[in-house]
């Protein structure tokens, strides 16, 4: 089946850090990626969709200067979280759907990356 | 109001209860449906569509009533692997999904 990977699993920084996660299909391409973020116990939500080749799209209230986003290549989209302050903790997830794939339906989703800002 | 609304729980039944999941969407346009299953600390996992003829996958049955917005899954005979919070999850036709906050079931020995 269709793997996606999550690089860190888990992160612990200092207040004023930047942090990069990564996200990678392992054995097929992406076009699109996207990244969710979800609290405890709170949903899953949409924070941007990562387009190869191209700048991203972010969600209402995302700031785009704060959570840079690159989708250099069709297997790795790059989330990096600037200036990282203890507000931003919290589990990052990536999925993509193929490349060949007819509908959005289809989403592998990454193991997520959990940030923890001190 | 949010996009896709569930009850919270949690949900506490005995091995071998049956037991049932609502969820409403406010998205009349949403196209596709599906129930993910999501452990702690983990992301979440597929586990099926949903159908407005229903459809049934073992011991999970899943449900969709377009005209009420209104999508279930019944889960028979629960084991204790069943443990989870269970996310209802649309596709509004944007690309991305649109997740519910989730129901959490505790099923007890």
């Known amino acids: 089946g269709a793997v996606v990977s999550q690089h860190p699993s888990r992160v612990i920084c200092k207040s004023g850090t930047s942090v990069k996660i990564e996200c990678r299909s392992l054995?097929?391409?992406?076009?699109?990626m996207f990244w969710y973020r979800q609290f405890p116990k709170k949903s899953l939500m949409l924070m941007a969709t990562s387009n190869e080749g191209s700048k991203a799209t972010y969600e209402q209230g995302v700031e785009k200067d704060k959570f840079l986003i690159n989708h250099a290549s069709l297997t790795l989209s790059t989330l990096t979280v600037t200036s990282a302050h203890p507000e931003d903790s919290s589990f990052y997830i990536c999925?993509?759907?193929?490349?060949?794939?007819?509908?959005?339906?289809?989403?592998?989703f990454g193991p997520g990356t959990r940030l923890t800002v001190l | 109001r949010k996009e896709v609304e569930q009850d919270p729980g949690p949900f506490n039944v005995p091995e071998g209860a049956t037991v049932a999941f609502n969820c409403t969407y406010s998205?009349?346009?949403?196209?596709?449906f599906f129930w993910y299953r999501q452990d702690c600390r983990k992301e979440p996992k597929l586990l099926m569509s949903v159908y407005s003829s229903g459809n049934e996958d073992g011991r999970f049955t899943a449900q969709l009533n377009r005209a009420s917005q209104y999508i279930s899954l019944l889960i028979r005979d629960s084991k204790l692997s069943d443990s989870a919070t269970y996310l209802c999850v649309v596709n509004t036709g944007r690309r991305a999904l649109t997740f519910g906050s989730g129901t959490r079931l505790q099923v007890q020995p």
């Open positions: 054995d097929f391409q992406a076009t699109t």
């Open positions: 999925s993509a759907t193929p490349t060949d794939s007819t509908s959005t339906d289809t989403q592998y």
């Open positions: 998205n009349s346009a949403s196209q596709s």
